[in-house]
Nanobody
Framework: VQLQASGGGSVQAGGSLRLSCAAS????????AGWFRQAPGKGREFVAA????????SVADSVKGRFSISRDNAATRLFLQMNRLEPEDTAVYYC???????????????????WGQGTLVTVSS
């Protein structure tokens, strides 16, 4: 599967953005998916994940209550709705996918086989 993230940009603290990830290739419903981010000078960290059918999700504590993940398998798209953005959310955001036959969600980047190119989110105070 090929992934392409979009929707990043510059926003003031308290604002919102919606990231989108377009998937092409094999049936998107065969893959669990997630979002990770990497801030300048830091390692990549988990943001949110969703099961292949979209029935289960997991969100990092640092964004819980502000970010939500969803997917549209018919449209082969993954989304990350980001509300009440903070300067600490500034990072390159990556969408990722892993082929699976289960309904589990995965929070470790090593479990993901396919990665998009990243989209930059900048939050100013």
């Amino acid at each position: 599967v090929q992934l392409q993230a979009s929707g990043g940009g510059s926003v003031q603290a308290g604002g919102s953005l919606r990231l989108s990830c377009a998937a092409s290739g094999r049936a998107f419903s065969d893959y669990g998916a997630g979002w990770f981010r990497q801030a300048p000078g830091k390692g990549r960290e988990f943001v949110a994940a969703i099961s292949r059918a979209g029935l289960r999700t997991s969100v990092a504590d640092s964004v819980k209550g502000r970010f939500s993940i969803s997917r549209d398998n018919a449209a082969t798209r993954l989304f990350l709705q980001m509300n009440r953005l903070e300067p600490e959310d500034t990072a390159v955001y990556y969408c990722a996918a892993h082929r699976t036959v289960t309904g589990a969600v995965h929070v470790f980047d090593a479990e993901y086989e396919y990665w998009g190119q990243g989209t930059l989110v900048t939050v100013s105070s």
